[in-house]
């Protein structure tokens, strides 16, 4: 049995956990090594690229950066989540703010650390990334559109981390960045419709709250459609392996975002057309594993 010391320190680590979202932190983790094996680095050896040391410190480093990004969010958007999410909310507060802010600056600190052992260009970049976070979560995430985009941007950027670490500049890999951009901005633009309710609250000045809930739904259609773009173009003109049933699952799961977005008045409607956003995004990260099965087993040994 646990004593109530023990249960105590247990229910503040799933409230940080939860603060910092480590499920999501989790995906990207095995999305920065599966993208790196697979497409950024494909021709290098699996072990080399596994047991890269500097790797594991860029991945470590954004990590870090990107909890601290979420304790800081978590910071400015308590009130709000108050409404929009009661009962994580009622959770992440078992950790008093103060003790939030401690990690957020311990977590920054860290990361700039790590970096420091990859390279110099290594710290400007998660030192200007930090900064980005703390600005997009500070002035920029009530600007409509605005806000929307730097955040689908900060999401990705964990990614250009690695990109530029290993210089490969094919253009297959800005196609499948275009792809997971277009999909994020839709999530984004489907938080700020689920979440309307909190936002008129407390003044949030998003596009549904400024333009109304079809200028959101209209948006979210042209993202849709402009994802046709990167798909085709991955499906007919590079080689993805198995991944092509990947992006055709992704066109079905998109046509019936759509059907379900125009019918969407509630936020439990707007919490579904999230869930499948969600899916494609987390789903697409394990089906890197398809394009090309054979060839990594090969570069084990």
């Known amino acids: 049995m646990l004593t109530r010391k023990q249960k105590h320190i247990l229910i503040k680590f799933f409230s940080m956990f939860s603060?910092?979202?480590?499920?999501?932190?989790?995906?990207?983790?095995?999305?920065?090594?599966?993208?790196?094996?697979?497409?950024?680095?494909?021709?290098?050896?699996?072990r080399q690229v596994v047991f890269d040391l500097n790797l594991f410190m860029l991945v470590l480093a954004s990590s870090a950066t990107i909890a601290g990004g979420y304790i800081i969010n978590n910071f400015y958007d308590s009130e709000k989540d108050l409404i929009n999410r009661p009962i994580k909310s009622k959770l992440d507060r078992l950790v008093n703010q103060n003790t939030k802010l401690s990690f957020y600056f311990v977590l920054n600190f860290i990361a700039v650390i790590l970096a420091s052992y990859v390279s110099?260009?290594?710290?400007?970049?998660?030192?200007?990334?930090?900064f980005g976070i703390w600005?997009?979560?500070?002035?920029?995430?009530?600007?409509?559109?605005?806000?929307?985009l730097t955040s689908a941007i900060l999401t990705i950027t964990p990614f250009f981390a690695v990109f530029i670490y290993y210089k490969n500049f094919e253009t297959v890999i800005f196609v499948h960045a275009t792809f997971l951009f277009l999909i994020?901005?839709?999530?984004?633009?489907?938080?700020?419709?689920?979440?309307?309710?909190?936002?008129?609250?407390?003044?949030?000045?998003?596009?549904?709250?400024?333009?109304?809930?079809?200028?959101?739904?209209?948006?979210?259609?042209?993202?849709?459609?402009?994802?046709?773009?990167?798909?085709?173009?991955?499906?007919?003109?590079?080689?993805?392996?198995?991944?092509?049933?990947?992006?055709?699952?992704?066109?079905?799961?998109?046509?019936?975002?759509?059907?379900?977005?125009?019918?969407?008045?509630?936020?439990?409607?707007?919490?579904?057309?999230?869930?499948?956003?969600?899916?494609?995004?987390?789903?697409?990260?394990?089906?890197?594993?398809?394009?090309?099965?054979?060839?990594?087993?090969?570069?084990?040994?």
């Not at 290594?122 to 930090?130: E, K, L, N």
């Open 120 to 130: 110099f260009r290594a710290v400007v970049f998660f030192s200007i990334y930090i």
């Open 135 to 148: 600005f997009y979560s500070h002035k920029l995430k009530k600007i409509p559109l605005i806000g929307n």
């Open 184 to 301: 994020i901005s839709m999530r984004e633009f489907t938080k700020d419709l689920e979440n309307l309710k909190g936002d008129l609250a407390l003044n949030y000045h998003t596009i549904p709250v400024e333009y109304g809930e079809n200028v959101s739904k209209v948006m979210l259609s042209v993202l849709s459609f402009l994802t046709l773009i990167p798909i085709l173009l991955l499906l007919f003109t590079f080689e993805i392996g198995y991944m092509y049933i990947y992006f055709y699952l992704s066109v079905f799961l998109l046509m019936i975002f759509l059907l379900l977005l125009w019918k969407s008045k509630t936020k439990t409607h707007y919490l579904i057309l999230h869930n499948i956003l969600k899916f494609i995004i987390a789903f697409g990260v394990f089906c890197i594993l398809l394009i090309d099965v054979d060839k990594v087993l090969n570069r084990l040994f």
């Open 19 to 46: 603060v910092v979202r480590g499920y999501n932190i989790l995906i990207i983790v095995i999305a920065q090594y599966l993208s790196s094996i697979y497409i950024l680095a494909h021709n290098r050896p699996l």
